[in-house]
Every structure is written in structure tokens, then in C-alpha cells.
């Protein structure tokens, strides 16, 4: 065997060995790309979720002396979410109240405010359950139990649950 017929036959098997790496790695980067895929589906739905947050608010007035008075309360309705949500409506007490579908984004500025009237303040109690849908079009309900020691209010939510549609 000659030197020339030698190289043919090297460059040949290198060049079949270059040509199964290059289908192995073809492959290997498909599965890669396909197991990224899986993983970025994941985590959109770990962060697309619709949530709010409830929590009292002190209403004061400032005495001429500087001091604060307190005359009433209400109850912040916060985005807890990573898109807008609308709120539909709420019930405070069993009093519903329809608020059509205002917006709430999602940045800490924003909140949609509940005066808790005088005679709920008077009872040192309330319950709420706040109607409000995602970006998508999802309907919930949010639900929350506040009560008052006389000086501030606590508030205690339970996660929310998806309504269906009929």
C-alpha cells in the first residue's frame, strides 16, 4: 500500500468521524433546545398568575397641633400579580358593589381603595370578597376577613380561587 492510497483512506475515516460527531451533535442540540423549551413554558407560568393583596389603610386628619387624628379606615385592594387585573366588584358585609371593570396594574402605586363604612368600622369586624379578572379574561374571587383591636385593622385573605364562567 502506498502513502497516497494510505492518506485516502485516513482522510475518509476522519472525514465519516467529523460527519457522525456533526449528527450527534445535531441531535444533542435538538434535545437541548427541546428541554430549553420545557423549561421557559415553566417558568412564563410560574410568573403568569393573577393574585391580589389586601391590606388596611388609616385614614387620618392632621390637627392643628400636629397631631393625628383617625377618621376612618379602608381596605388597599393591590395587584399582586405580574400583568394588570381588572376589578369587577366587590362584597363588603354582604353589601355587593359593582365597579364595572377598572384597571389595576401592576406596580406598587397602585391600588384600588374600599372605605370601610362607619357601621362596619362599628363592629370591629368585616368580610369581603373581591371579584376581579386577569388579562386573559380569567375570572376569581379573592377573599378576606378583617378585624379591628380599636386602634388598627388586621386582614387576613385567602388565596384566590378561579370562578368559571357558564
Not at 427541546?34 to 417558568?43: H, K, L, S, T
Amino acid at each position: 500500500m502506498n502513502n497516497v492510497g494510505a492518506a485516502h483512506i485516513l482522510q475518509t475515516i476522519f472525514l465519516g468521524g467529523t460527519f457522525v460527531v456533526a449528527i450527534v451533535t445535531a441531535v444533542l442540540v435538538w434535545q437541548i433546545g427541546a428541554r430549553q423549551n420545557d423549561i421557559n413554558e415553566q417558568a412564563v407560568l410560574i410568573g403568569d398568575f393573577a393574585e391580589v393583596f389586601l391590606m388596611p389603610q388609616r385614614v387620618f386628619d392632621k390637627q392643628p397641633d400636629g397631631t393625628e387624628k383617625t377618621i376612618g379606615w379602608n381596605v388597599l385592594i393591590k395587584n399582586a400579580s405580574a400583568y394588570p387585573i381588572y376589578l369587577n366588584g366587590y362584597t363588603l358585609n354582604g353589601q355587593k358593589t359593582d365597579v364595572g371593570s377598572s384597571a389595576i396594574p401592576n406596580n406598587p402605586d397602585s391600588w384600588y381603595t374600599v372605605p370601610i363604612p362607619s357601621n362596619v368600622q362599628e363592629l370591629n369586624m368585616f368580610h369581603i370578597v373581591v371579584d376581579f379578572q386577569d388579562h386573559r379574561g380569567k375570572q376569581y374571587q379573592a377573599e378576606g376577613f378583617g378585624t379591628s383591636n380599636g386602634t388598627a385593622w388586621g386582614i387576613k385573605s385567602k388565596k384566590r380561587v378561579e370562578i368559571t364562567v357558564n
